[in-house]
């Protein structure tokens, strides 16, 4: 097993550990405190601060992992979510909206500081020339890691039913902490650290190519969650009539399926990456909540339209995911990567955000159909953003790398 590949095992583990625990803490905050009464829009309210800080983190975090090096952002993220799971394992009489709104911005920055550093690590540990393998290993990260967000999502259900609230996060506390101890041990001391010791100022991007990317992703991850992060598992427990068990048990398949066509999506893609299967598989996703939505308003069977429509809606996602991971991670600099993959994961948590907020508002207010037809308007802005990318795209350097690399 060579150096790299140990590294890369590293980094994955501490990557799916996270995980888990971040998918069980949002499917837990969100169905437990939708049992004590609150509103959806109350509940989205509590993941305010968990996507503003995530989008703060992701410029600062990679400022911070160029100058200090990847593996001590990976582990402040780790010991960052330890200490917001110790918050939210407070009495119940303290869990008041303030101080939930606080750990979960802890948990924000903890979730962008070990996204970016994952994500950065893979580029330093595949040579620029072997583009068909970085694709491969980035699909892989990032689909597994989708995956053990679903059964995260289960797990959050199951806990919650079995041990309580205070319960769960104290057990996904001391696991994430064995977690943490291993990871101060096994990671190299300058992973991604930079050489030039660049900036503050250098945190924005000066790449074309990055800045459209970007943009491209702030609508796709708005366009999901926008449905995703509230008003679908409300509206599964409150017009279906599903047991929180079930709630977490449905949105686990559905993000361990996604997941798994995330780290087979080179395969379908057959290797191609840049803007033409961008452009392609972006329009082929946006006719898919539009679909479900018309489906609804005919008063079809709502089990069917909106259980089928989210297995396809799931593939589509996952494989404009893939690209577009592998393309942000493809176009950073090889020196100081985590600038560039802070920036654009920026545009991500900025997505998020914007989407989580939609989905407690327009839920709230108009329903699930309405938050459908604004998931099909971000994913078509997206598609036309993506019109912007550069046929080609250089390597770090300079080197004009081909659209479609060998697999």
């Known amino acids: 097993m060579t150096p790299a590949i140990r590294q890369y095992l590293v980094i994955t583990g501490n990557y799916w550990a996270f995980t888990l625990t971040d998918g069980a803490l949002r499917m837990l905050v969100v169905l437990h405190f939708h049992a004590l009464g609150y509103s959806p829009l109350q509940i989205a309210l509590l993941f305010v601060f968990y996507e503003l800080f995530g989008v703060v983190t992701n410029l600062v975090g990679g400022y911070l992992g160029a100058r200090m090096g990847l593996n001590r952002t990976m582990n402040i993220g780790l010991l960052l979510q330890i200490l917001a799971l110790g918050m939210l394992a407070a009495p119940a009489a303290m869990l008041t909206v303030p101080w939930v709104m606080a750990a979960q911005a802890l948990s924000g920055i903890a979730k962008d500081l070990n996204k970016m550093s994952a994500k950065s690590g893979i580029k330093l540990l595949v040579p620029d020339t072997d583009q068909g393998k970085l694709y491969t290993w980035v699909a892989i990260l990032t689909g597994s890691k989708n995956t053990l967000k679903g059964v995260g999502f289960f797990l959050g259900g199951v806990l919650l039913m079995a041990v309580g609230f205070s319960g769960a996060v104290v057990a996904m506390a001391v696991a994430l902490g064995l977690v943490w101890l291993a990871s101060l041990f096994l990671l190299k001391q300058e992973l991604g650290k930079s ?4 900036k503050f100022r250098e945190i924005l991007s000066k790449s074309r190519a990055i800045n459209v990317l970007s943009a491209a992703r702030m609508f796709l991850f708005g366009a999901r969650d926008v449905w995703f992060v509230v008003a679908l598992p409300v509206y599964l427990h409150t017009v279906f009539g599903w047991d929180f068990w079930k709630v977490g048990a449905f949105m686990a398949s559905w993000i361990i399926g996604y997941g798994f066509i995330q ?48 297995l396809l809606f799931g593939g589509l996602f996952a494989i404009n995911s893939s690209l577009h991971s592998y393309l942000i991670v493809s176009y950073a600099r090889g020196d ?44 078509a802005i997206a598609a036309f953003v993506s019109l912007g990318l550069p046929r080609h795209h250089e390597s770090p350097q300079g080197s004009t790398q081909p659209e479609s690399p060998a697999n």
Do not use: H
């Not at 050489?195 to 660049?198: F, I, R, T, Y």
């Not at 920036?343 to 939609?358: I, V």
């Open 195 to 198: 050489k030039a010791k660049p």
């Open 263 to 310: 780290t087979i999506a080179p395969r379908i893609t057959g290797g191609q990456e840049g803007r033409q299967p961008v452009v392609f598989w972006a329009s082929a996703l946006a006719l898919t909540p539009a679909a479900i939505a018309l489906g609804l308003m005919a008063e079809w069977s709502p089990q069917i339209v909106l259980v089928g429509g989210l």
């Open 336 to 379: 100081g990567v985590s600038l560039d993959v802070g920036f654009y994961y920026m545009s991500n948590a900025m997505g998020r955000l914007l989407g989580t907020l939609l989905s407690g508002w327009v839920f709230q207010a108009w329903g699930l159909i309405a938050c459908l037809w604004i998931s099909f308007i971000f994913i």
